[in-house]
């Protein structure tokens, strides 16, 4: 399903890129939860993680990476929050596979 990441990897609307590959992008949410947000994307549409085939493997591996270079990146030596909400019950809205990077703060357990 196309999203509204889907626009902004084909840059049709702005966002405030930290780091863009051949598979991934990350960005800053817009609507920051913690001192540092950011949303790591892969650019192929997955809706969620409930939708990973097999192949999708390599896709996955490289958002990862890219999330922890980036969180380096932004100064969370201290550690960072990595979420993937996932269909209705997981709070997704978005139906783009994205991962969640939170830090700067102290953040509490567990999330509602
Ligand atoms: P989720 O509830 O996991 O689907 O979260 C979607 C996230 O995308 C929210 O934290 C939104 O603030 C964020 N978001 C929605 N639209 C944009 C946008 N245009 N640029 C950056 N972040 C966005």
């Known amino acids: 399903m196309s999203s509204i990441f889907s626009k902004i990897i084909?840059?049709?609307?702005?966002?405030d890129?930290?780091?863009?590959?051949?598979?991934?992008?990350?960005f800053r949410d817009i609507n920051?939860?913690?001192p540092v947000h950011f949303l790591v994307i892969p650019k192929k549409e997955i809706s969620?993680?409930?939708?990973?085939?097999?192949d999708d493997e390599?896709?996955?591996?490289?958002?990862l990476l890219v999330a922890s270079k980036v969180a380096a990146e932004?100064?969370?030596?201290?550690?960072?929050?990595?979420i993937a909400n996932t269909l209705g019950d997981g709070g997704q809205?978005?139906?783009?596979?994205?991962?969640?990077?939170?830090g700067?703060?102290?953040l509490t357990w567990p999330p509602g």
């Open 104 to 106: 700067g703060r102290k």
């Open 48 to 54: 969620s993680l409930a939708d990973l085939e097999k």
């Open 32 to 34: 920051p939860q913690a």
């Open 58 to 63: 390599l896709v996955v591996g490289r958002c």
């Open 17 to 26: 890129i930290l780091h863009e590959d051949d598979v991934c992008l990350a």
């Open 74 to 82: 932004e100064g969370l030596h201290n550690g960072y929050r990595l």
């Open 93 to 102: 809205e978005v139906p783009h596979l994205h991962f969640h990077i939170m």
């Open 10 to 15: 084909r840059k049709e609307i702005p966002a």
